[in-house]
């Protein structure tokens, strides 16, 4: 398995409050990307990652801020939670552009 | 706009009975179809990457092959354990900017 630890696990928060997710990988891969999942959409790219303080916008970034420091780190950022935002969040990492990308485990989130 | 779909939405075999899952694109310049397998509470696991029409992969009892429009996964004499959801991306050019476009998934449950 590719080295990626997503944390937490699980979350509930109430809407309105700030929440930070963690993405943490072993590989030393350039490229790093949040998913979420939701039923009836599958998977949407959130924002991603080619370098240390380099990212862009996907396809569904509005309430979302990302951030990396370091390589091995990914963090999104829900400035305030909404109930629409209540999913399942993947990271993933790929050595470039064009190749696979590999899945961490996965946060389901719930906001009340 | 980058499109893909899959089907069938769902697909139940008798184990043994070999069958096909579709997954049909419409993209600005192929850079590559991904074919991925989930299963439940996990996040999903790459199984085979397809750069140009007429390439073929295959593992176990799995083999991916890909058109100028399609790819099928093609599953012969399944067992048990293939149960699970098998996802479908493409990475295209032009304006895609490294963003995999994942269709909805097929839900594959084997029977014993």
């Known amino acids: 398995d590719a080295g990626i630890t997503q944390s937490p696990r699980h979350k509930v928060t109430e809407t309105g409050t700030p929440v930070t997710l963690r993405c943490h990988q072993t590989?030393?891969?350039?490229?790093m990307y949040w998913y979420r999942q939701d039923p009836g959409h599958g998977l949407r790219l959130i924002h991603y990652?080619?370098?240390?303080?380099?990212?862009d916008k996907g396809e569904v970034s509005d309430g979302y801020s990302v951030s990396r420091s370091k390589t091995e780190d990914f963090l999104l950022t829900l400035e305030s939670a909404t109930s629409s935002q209540t999913s399942v969040y993947f990271c993933?990492?790929?050595?470039?552009?064009?190749?696979?990308?590999?899945f961490g485990p996965g946060t389901r989130l719930t906001v009340t | 706009e980058d499109q893909v779909t899959q089907s069938p939405e769902a697909l139940r075999l008798q184990e043994g009975e070999s069958s096909s899952l579709n997954c049909s694109y419409t993209?600005?310049?192929?850079?590559?179809l991904f074919w991925y397998r989930q299963d439940p509470g996990k996040g999903p696991e790459f199984l085979f990457t397809?750069?140009?029409a007429g390439e073929e992969k295959e593992k176990e009892r799995l083999k991916a092959t890909l058109t100028k429009k399609e790819s099928f996964l093609h599953i012969t004499a399944p067992k048990p354990e293939d149960s699970a959801t098998y996802l479908c991306?493409?990475?295209?050019?032009?304006?895609?900017?490294?963003?995999?476009?994942f269709g909805s998934g097929t839900r594959l449950l084997v029977r014993p």
């Open positions: 993933a990492i790929s050595e470039g552009e064009d190749y696979e990308q590999y």
């Open positions: 590989e030393n891969h350039r490229y």
């Open positions: 990652s080619y370098g240390v303080k380099d990212t």
């Open positions: 993209v600005s310049g192929l850079r590559g």
């Open positions: 397809l750069y140009s």
């Open positions: 991306a493409v990475l295209g050019g032009m304006d895609s900017s490294y963003k995999l476009i």
